[in-house]
């Protein structure tokens, strides 16, 4: 069945230094969405990608879509304090009418001021 | 456009009693999802419902059940409560499969 694997679990980075978190499916998927939840609340949708080799940003935000469409990264730049939480991605894929939507098992995000 | 709900937001339950999870998506969407969620483990898929209709099951014992009403209301039960089904329940709700989730605040259940 469709896997997700999301690495690193957990990254502690000094306020403004950059951070990435990376995505990679065993099947190539329909499209693939970026979640993320602060503490103590629920995921929140950020954004989705759904062409080979897309790359979307908001402010300080890149997400890409790799070539195969199999993985995906989201990159902060510059980060904030206001960052600090967990990143899921969700890979959207499977065949005939129905898709099927798979978590990653998210990135803790940790930002020391 | 009022968000994703449910009910109750806390719940504490003993070993072997059995709960009853409530989620009214947002007006227009027909999907509803449920995850499971607890620290290390990320967002478990426990199952889609799509117009009444479960759609996509995750590996969950049959203790977890759920159904969707015809206003694409969704409720999740589970019976026979064992110490770990202490987690977060999300709901998520979606206009079909393939669009993005928009979730609920969860219903923290505490099973003693």
């Known amino acids: 069945g469709q896997q997700v694997m999301q690495i690193p679990q957990y990254q502690h980075v000094q306020e403004g230094e950059d951070f990435t978190t990376y995505c990679n499916s065993s099947t190539t998927l329909s499209n693939i969405q970026w979640y993320k939840q602060r503490p103590g609340g629920h995921p929140v949708f950020l954004i989705q990608?759904?062409?080979?080799?897309e790359v979307k940003k908001q402010k300080r935000l890149t997400f890409q879509f790799g070539e195969a469409k199999k993985n995906s990264s989201l990159h902060i730049t510059a980060t904030q304090t206001t960052d600090v939480g967990t990143y899921f991605c969700a890979g959207v894929g499977g065949s005939g009418g129905y898709q099927k939507v798979t978590f990653g098992i998210g990135t803790k995000l940790q930002v020391i001021p | 456009k009022a968000g994703v709900t449910q009910t109750p937001r806390y719940l504490i339950k003993t070993r072997g009693q059995q709960v009853t999870l409530s989620c009214s998506p947002i007006s227009g969407h027909r999907s509803v999802s449920w995850y499971q969620q607890t620290p290390g483990q990320g967002l478990q898929f426990l199952f889609e419902y799509f117009s009444e209709t479960q759609r996509n099951k995750g590996n969950f014992p049959g203790r977890f059940s759920g159904r969707q009403f015809s206003n694409s209301r969704s409720e999740m039960n589970v019976s026979t409560l064992e110490l770990g089904d202490s987690a977060l329940y999300l709901c998520?709700?979606?206009?079909?499969?393939?669009?993005?989730?928009?979730f609920g605040p969860g219903t923290r259940l505490t099973v003693t």
């Open positions: 998520a709700s979606s206009s079909n499969s393939i669009k993005e989730q928009y």
């Open positions: 990608l759904v062409k080979s080799g």
